[in-house]
């Protein structure tokens, strides 16, 4: 079962991929974590995607797509895969089909967690990340037992780069411009499952691994 999140930045996708591939045995694949982790360390990879990360705009797909490649040819057929933040734009779509073509597999769905763009400021902007395990929070939604501190490893929270309120203007900005197309994209392929992710994360997991359970039956 190879399964893309798509929507919108603030969609919850993130919340819900650590969640649902876990419960799936799903490999999760987030190219927005891969890039994190490359700025972090400084590669070269990292240098190039820093500045366009910053400022909300995509990374060139000469540097994303490689990265998505490689995972998915190295994994072959042994795991199935969550994609969460790829494809999003048209060329990384049909990159992924040819990969997915030459290991002779396919996408069996793409999820799409449609919100509103007022909710999507409001979570972004009130998010914290743990930098030691990767942990999120929201300040309002799902906040820490104790303020700015990670209820699992202890460490202080500290808020995205890219979630400041002009920042995440323009990020959902590019998603509109460049990757909403993909909806239509997906919907003519018979793919696409539209989730109201305006709902409580409880209530958004249940309906994702319901349809992926009935999915599964019905392979
Ligand atoms: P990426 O990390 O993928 O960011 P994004 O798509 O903008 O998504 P977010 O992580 O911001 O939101 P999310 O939908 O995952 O929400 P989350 O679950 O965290 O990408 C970052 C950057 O990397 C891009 O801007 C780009 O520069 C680059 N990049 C990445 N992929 C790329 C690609 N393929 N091509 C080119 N460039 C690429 O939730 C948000 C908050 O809301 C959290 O605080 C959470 O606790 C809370 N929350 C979640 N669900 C709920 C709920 N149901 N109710 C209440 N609160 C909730």
Known sequence: MN???LGPPGAGKGTQAEAISKQAGLKHISTGDVLRAA???GTPVGLKAKKYMEKGLLVPDEVVVDIVAERISKNGRAKSFLLDGFPRNLNQAKVLDETLKRINSKLDVVFYFAVSEETAIARLTGRWICPGCGANYHQAYMPPQKSGICDK??????????DKVETVKERLEVYKKQTADLIEYYERQGLLKKVSADRGVEEVYREVIKALDSLTKGK
């Not at 490893?153 to 890219?162: F, H, I, S, V």
């Open 3 to 5: 399964v893309v999140f």
């Open 39 to 41: 700025v972090e360390a």
């Open 153 to 162: 490893c202890g460490k202080a929270l500290q808020q995205r780069p890219d």
